[in-house]
């Protein structure tokens, strides 16, 4: 015996099996509280809960059903679960893999409508599932959820059409398309690059500079864009000499860059062009003026060499005669003197004018004294004329071996943009540079005279007025060079030529290739 009285132990039963209650009171409660959250969870949850037994018939499922398919929780609780299945194979087949892997993550389906009267009203939803299992192991049904997916499917559906019009268009264009990596790889090709590059297989992701020309390269090329684009992250145009087999075939390039969010490039799109037979017309068409400016400059020389050794020699023969006529007679009277040295006066400005002419028609230096003495001459001349001071200062090219049609097309152009300082420019100082800066040939012209507006020239072009300016573009483009012009009101004219720099056809090897 404990020793305490027993009305004691009696009271102190009692306040056990109080608490006891208390305890089972409030756990009651607690469950109570439990089930309430889980039964709001359960009927307010987006996704929808289900549980089927082994034959497929839905044992338990979420109010939140309706919103999706228009059928209750308790329309449907007791019925096949191929009820909500717009296709029963789909049933089939997450049957399949849930009894291969004992689950399913976000398997696909199309559920039903209740009152689903087009295929527009279908509802998409991604399956996860598990299979349900005895104490003996033995499988008695499965649980799960599913989600709405239908907006996604619409827009993944939308992205697929979008992709698809892309891939027809891409595919359908006159144009290369090829997505470039990194590393240089080809990722893509389009329908037209497959057809110039039959043999390239994207597959495999080959390095761009080896499958593209024949035979492979082992290195970048150097007039490739998409390096740069890769680099730099800016658009980049070329025009390649792609080696195919016994030709040369030319694409123009323009490489642009795809970035991701953070701005860095993950890839390069490249569209292509083959500009090959364009310029070869443009090659024929170079050839072609090239020889038109040579027949020019042969009728010119003989022209010149005609006005210079028959009509000049004539005038001066018949000055000659004149001066002579009464050498060996009585004087003549004054009045015939006074005619004598008019007429002579005459023959002397007409000889001066056909060898001016003669000259303007070719330069008689250019082939004895070569292109930098012609020019200094003529400048020189050409003050003395116009009392326009020119000063000529030419560098880098007193040994160089430049070809006759270079030579007459230079001496050209500083003749004509001297004579539009003469007509134009009310300008009293000319300044003449000829520099020979390796791989180019530089020429400058500047003045000090009244200028012009050069956007409101171009506004108001007036043909005749800019033809020995247009004449100069004309032969910097034959010669395949650039030409600019800067003039500003009152600042005079700036023209700056720059074309690459070749030396005479007779020795190739000292031929010098501009890229």
């Known amino acids: 015996m404990s020793g305490k009285p027993a009305y004691e132990e009696l009271e102190q ?86 009894l291969k892997k004992g689950e399913v993550i976000d398997y696909e389906i199309q559920m039903k409508s209740k009152n689903n009267r087009k295929n527009s009203r279908l509802k998409y939803a991604s399956l996860n599932a598990h299979i349900l299992y005895d104490d003996t192991g033995t499988p008695i049904g499965a649980e799960g959820a599913a989600r709405d997916i239908t907006d996604r499917r619409r827009v993944k559906e939308k992205l697929r059409e979008s992709e698809e019009k892309y891939r027809a268009l891409v595919d359908n264009l006159a144009i290369g398309v090829a997505l470039i990596s990194p590393d240089m790889e080809i990722l893509t090709l389009n329908k037209q690059m497959k057809q110039w590059f039959p043999t390239i297989d994207t597959s495999k992701r080959p390095v761009c500079y080896r499958v593209y020309n024949d035979p492979p390269r082992e290195s970048v090329c150097a007039y490739c864009p998409t390096v740069k684009t890769l680099k730099d992250g800016k658009v980049h145009e070329s025009v390649t000499d792609t080696p195919a087999g016994d030709q040369i075939i030319h694409y123009r390039v323009l490489s642009s860059p795809i970035k991701d969010q953070a701005g860095k490039v993950v890839a390069a799109i490249e569209m292509v062009e083959d500009i090959t037979e364009r310029k070869q017309a443009d090659e024929q068409i170079q050839n072609l003026s090239r020889q038109i400016l040579n027949a020019q400059e042969e009728e010119r020389q003989l022209i010149s060499r005609e006005l210079h050794d028959s009509v000049a020699q004539d005038l001066s023969t018949l000055k000659i005669a004149l001066e002579m006529l009464f050498d060996e007679q009585i004087k003549p009277p004054p009045e015939t003197t006074q005619k004598l040295s008019e007429l002579s006066g005459i023959l002397d400005r007409s ?165």
């Not at 034959?55 to 499922?61: L, M, P, Y």
């Not at 003050?383 to 070809?403: D, M, R, W």
């Open 351 to 515: 000889i001066s004018s056909v060898r001016n002419l003669s000259y303007d028609l070719r330069p008689p230096g250019l082939n004895e004294f070569g292109l930098i003495q012609t020019l200094s001459t003529y400048c020189e001349e050409f003050s003395k004329i116009t009392g326009i001071h020119v000063a000529f200062h030419p560098a880098g090219l007193k040994n160089a071996k430049i070809g006759s049609f270079i030579e007459i097309n230079l001496y050209r152009l500083v003749q004509e943009g001297l004579n539009n300082v003469r007509k134009h420019a009310e300008a009293g100082q000319v300044v003449v540079k000829l520099v020979g800066a390796y791989p180019d040939i530089i020429v400058r012209i500047e003045d000090n005279g009244k200028g012009f507006d050069m956007q409101a020239r171009e506004q108001n072009l007036d043909s005749k007025r800019r033809m020995g300016l247009r004449s100069m573009k004309e032969r910097v483009k034959l010669l395949q060079g650039q030409m600019t012009v800067q003039s500003y009101p009152g600042k005079g004219t700036r023209i700056f030529i720059k074309f690459p720099f070749k030396e005479d056809k007779n020795d190739p090897e000292k031929t010098h290739h501009h890229h």
């Open 13 to 98: 039963r009692i306040r056990d099996l109080e608490k006891k209650l208390a305890d089972s009171s409030r756990s009651e409660e607690a469950l109570r509280e439990s089930k309430e959250k889980y039964r709001k969870i359960f009927e307010n949850v987006q996704d929808v809960f289900y549980q089927t037994d082994f034959d497929g018939n839905i044992i338990e499922i979420s109010p939140s059903i309706k919103r999706y398919t228009g059928f209750t929780r308790e329309e449907l609780i007791g019925r096949s679960v191929l009820k909500l299945y717009h296709n029963p194979e789909d049933r089939i087949r997450l049957l399949e893999i849930l």
